[in-house]
C-alpha cells in the first residue's frame, strides 16, 4: 500500500485553512464556569460547521457543549471494519496572548534567523531550535511575535479538514466509518468532559495535538489541579499591629516553601514530574493561589500534591488566625495505564507513519491530551504528530510539509482499519 500523496492544489488548501483557523481568537478562560469556557470558540466551531457541510460530510452535528461531529462514510462494505474517530480541539492556550494573530508563512526556509516583525526579540534560529535544521527548504508558519501561533491545535484540525476532503473526493479508497470530533476547553483540562462516548460512536481514536513529524505518543503525564485558599484578617492599617493577617503574605510563603530549583516545570525533563505555580491573586484579605501537579506515575502525582498541602498546613499551624485550605482535584491520567493492555492502536499508527517513509518517534508526551480522558473512559485513544513546535508562546511554529505527512498519515491509518483483520 503506497502512501498517498497531495498535490499542490490540496497542500495550498491545507496551508489556507491553516491559516484562516489561527487568525480566529479561541483561548479558553479556566476561571470561567460557562460551556465552552469562552464565547469565541463558538466562531470557530461554527465556521467549521459550515465547512463540513460545503464539502459534502455526513451526520454533521454542533452539541450545546461545544463538540462539533462529522462523519466521512465508509467505502466498504467490510464489517469487520473499525470505525475510526480523529479528534482535535478547537481553543488555544490562556498562557500568552492569543488575540489579532497574524500568521506569517516563511518559504523555503534557508536557515537565518527568524526576526518576528512585531517583537524584534522573539528571534528563530537553528541554535536555539535545532529542529528547525531538518526543515530546510519547507515553509515555515510563525505569528508576528505578540502572540501564540494556535498551531496547537489549529494543525490538528487543519490536518483532519484535509483528511475529510480527501476521502470525500476519492471514494475508491477502501475505509470504514470516519468520526471526527472538534473538542472545546482542551487547554484547560475540560476537552472531553461533556463528549459523549455514544454519540462518537468509535471503536477507536487519534488525536492530532503532537510535534515532530513521525510522532506517535501513548504515555502522558497525570495530572492534577491543587489550589490553596487563604483568608487572613482583615482591619484598617492604621491599627493594624497585633491584629492583620495578611493573606498575600501568606501566600508568598507558601511559595516560598515550595520546590523552586527542583520538580518545577524549568528545572525537569524526561520522566521527572514537577509542582507548577501558574497563578496567584487575590488581596490582603483573601488570596488563592493555583497549581498544576504532574508525574507519569499516580504515586509521584500523589506525593506533589501531599507535599503542596504540607506546606499549606504547616502555614495553618504557624497562623491559626487565618484559615487555610488546600484543594486537590483530578484532571487526567496517564493514557499508557490503558493502552499497554492492547497496543494494537499504537502498532497501526506506526505502521502507518513507516509506509510513509517516516521513522516512528515513541516518547511520552509532558503534558496531556484529549486521548488521555478518551483513553480512561473505554475508548483507545493515542495521539499523533501534526509537527507543531513551541506551542504557548511567541516563538510557535510548523512546517506545512509536516502538516502534509500528517494527512498521509492519517489516510494510511483508516485503510490499515479497514482491513478487518486485527
Known amino acids: 500500500m503506497a502512501c498517498y500523496s497531495l498535490d499542490d492544489t490540496r497542500i495550498r488548501e491545507l496551508e489556507q485553512r491553516f491559516l484562516r483557523y489561527a487568525r480566529i481568537d479561541t483561548q479558553s478562560d479556566e476561571a470561567a464556569a460557562s460551556v465552552p469556557s469562552t464565547e469565541k470558540q463558538w466562531d470557530l466551531l461554527r465556521l467549521l460547521q459550515q465547512e463540513l457541510q460545503a464539502l459534502g460530510a455526513m451526520d454533521v452535528m454542533l452539541t450545546d457543549y461545544g463538540c462539533l461531529f462529522a462523519t466521512a462514510p465508509a467505502t466498504i462494505a467490510n464489517e469487520g471494519a473499525k470505525t475510526v474517530a480523529f479528534l482535535a480541539h478547537v481553543d488555544t492556550a490562556p498562557a500568552f496572548n492569543g488575540a489579532h494573530v497574524m500568521p506569517i508563512v516563511h518559504r523555503q526556509y534557508d536557515g537565518k ?39 496547537d491545535d489549529k494543525s490538528g484540525i487543519a490536518v483532519i479538514m484535509t483528511l475529510v476532503d480527501y476521502l470525500l473526493s476519492h471514494p475508491e479508497i477502501p475505509h470504514g466509518a470516519v468520526r471526527l470530533c472538534f473538542t472545546v476547553d482542551e487547554e484547560i483540562g475540560k476537552g472531553v468532559t461533556h463528549l459523549d462516548l455514544g454519540t462518537l460512536a468509535a471503536d477507536v481514536a487519534y488525536t492530532l495535538d503532537g510535534g515532530e513529524a513521525g510522532e506517535v505518543t501513548y504515555e502522558t503525564f497525570s495530572g492534577d489541579r491543587a489550589v490553596v485558599k487563604i483568608k487572613g484578617v482583615s482591619t484598617h492599617t492604621g491599627t493594624a499591629k497585633g491584629k492583620m493577617v495578611n493573606a498575600l503574605n501568606l501566600a508568598a510563603k507558601l511559595i516560598d516553601r515550595l520546590p523552586q530549583n527542583s520538580a518545577t516545570p524549568e528545572t525537569t525533563e524526561g ?12 488581596s490582603a484579605a483573601e488570596a488563592e493561589v493555583h497549581f498544576i501537579l504532574r508525574d507519569f506515575e499516580l504515586e509521584g502525582l500523589r506525593a506533589h500534591g501531599q507535599r503542596v498541602c504540607e506546606a499549606a498546613q504547616q502555614l495553618q499551624r504557624e497562623e491559626p488566625r487565618a484559615t487555610i485550605t488546600c484543594t486537590i482535584t483530578p484532571q487526567y491520567r496517564n493514557m499508557r495505564y490503558w493502552l499497554e493492555k492492547d497496543m494494537l492502536p499504537v502498532e497501526l ?12 518517534i515513541i516518547r511520552p508526551i509532558r503534558g496531556g491530551t484529549d486521548g488521555a480522558g478518551l483513553t480512561e473512559r473505554g475508548l483507545p485513544t493515542p495521539n499523533l504528530f501534526t509537527g507543531m513546535q513551541n506551542s504557548h508562546g511567541p516563538l510557535e511554529w510548523i512546517s506545512v510539509q509536516d502538516m502534509v505527512k500528517s494527512v498521509q498519515v492519517c489516510l494510511e491509518l483508516v485503510q490499515l482499519w479497514a482491513e478487518g483483520v486485527h
Open 271 to 282: 520522566r521527572e514530574g514537577f509542582i507548577h505555580v501558574y497563578r496567584a491573586h487575590g
Open 349 to 360: 499508527a506506526m505502521q502507518a507513519i513507516e509506509q510513509c517513509g517516516l521513522r516512528p
Open 113 to 151: 534567523p527568524l526576526v518576528l516583525p512585531d517583537d524584534p526579540t522573539q528571534v528563530l534560529t537553528i541554535e536555539n531550535d535545532p529542529l528547525l535544521k531538518d526543515k530546510l527548504g519547507e515553509d515555515i508558519i510563525t505569528a508576528s511575535g505578540a502572540t501564540l501561533l494556535g498551531a
